[in-house]
């Protein structure tokens, strides 16, 4: 007799994979980000991609993240995500900037920029689950890890919706294989549960550096423990953050 759980698995199959499909048939992106992604392989001609290291894709979350090699090292990240973009966007954009990499780990931060935009959790989920189950048919030893979309101040209003999308994204990371969800809101509120405004710039859903020295902190073990699972070069030391200045 088929089980819950195994049922439910393979209607999200059924579902992804007909996603996938609508997504393949989809016209061209067109000029969408042309600029971001046309410099992404200017800087792949100039210097060629770092393969089977670790990718930072995603948003403005990860986009103004500018020295994110230096707070990662020694472990050999390259950043490559677009700011603006949705959990669509990183799908109509997986060839020119996933495929030249070929990582062994992805990290992933998308899906804020839906959720502003009035798309639904459950349609930013599914390209998620797209884009990962894309991942696996092409390496399918290859890591991803999804960091939470964050409960940002000029959004509060919008907190339910964010919370019912990390709900979607940590129980399929939880059932997945290879796939690994790392929560930076506790990074976001003090030891009373609330806002930590100080993080914030002006408009309320970019950070200060002092943020991402958090993010790290929360990331950065993670990634090194994946890194060593992944067996792709001898374990590597990782030493505490630091506090180096991040560009706005």
Request: glycine share 4%; proline share 8%.
């Amino acid at each position: 007799m088929v089980s819950m759980k195994q049922l439910r698995r393979f209607l999200l199959l059924v579902i992804a994979c007909s996603a996938a499909l609508l997504h393949l048939a989809a016209a061209d992106p067109g000029p969408r980000f042309e600029n971001e992604i046309q410099a992404f392989i200017q800087a792949d001609r100039v210097k060629p991609p770092l393969r089977e290291g670790i990718l930072f894709v995603g948003s403005s979350i990860f986009r103004e993240w500018t020295n994110v090699t230096e707070m990662m090292a020694p472990l050999p990240v390259v950043n490559r995500a677009f700011g603006g973009s949705r959990t669509d966007d990183q799908l109509a954009r997986f060839d020119p900037v996933v495929l030249p990499h070929a990582p062994r780990i992805i990290v992933y931060y998308c899906g804020s920029n839906d959720i502003k935009e009035g798309r639904g959790p459950d349609a930013a989920f599914l390209d998620f689950k797209v884009f990962s189950e894309r991942v696996r048919r092409i390496w399918p030893a290859t890591r991803l890890l999804f960091v939470s979309s964050t409960r940002s101040l000029d959004r509060v209003d919008k907190w339910d919706r964010v919370d019912h999308y990390n709900g979607l994204v940590r129980a399929y990371c939880a059932e997945t294989p290879l796939r690994r969800f790392i929560d930076i809101n506790r990074a976001l509120i003090d030891a009373d549960g609330c806002p930590r405004t100080d993080l914030y710039r002006a408009d309320k859903l970019h950070f200060h550096p002092a943020a991402y020295v958090a993010f790290t902190a929360l990331i950065r073990p993670v990634l090194a423990d994946e890194w060593r699972k992944a067996g792709a070069v001898k374990a590597v030391p990782i030493e505490p953050a630091t506090s180096g200045p991040v560009a706005p």
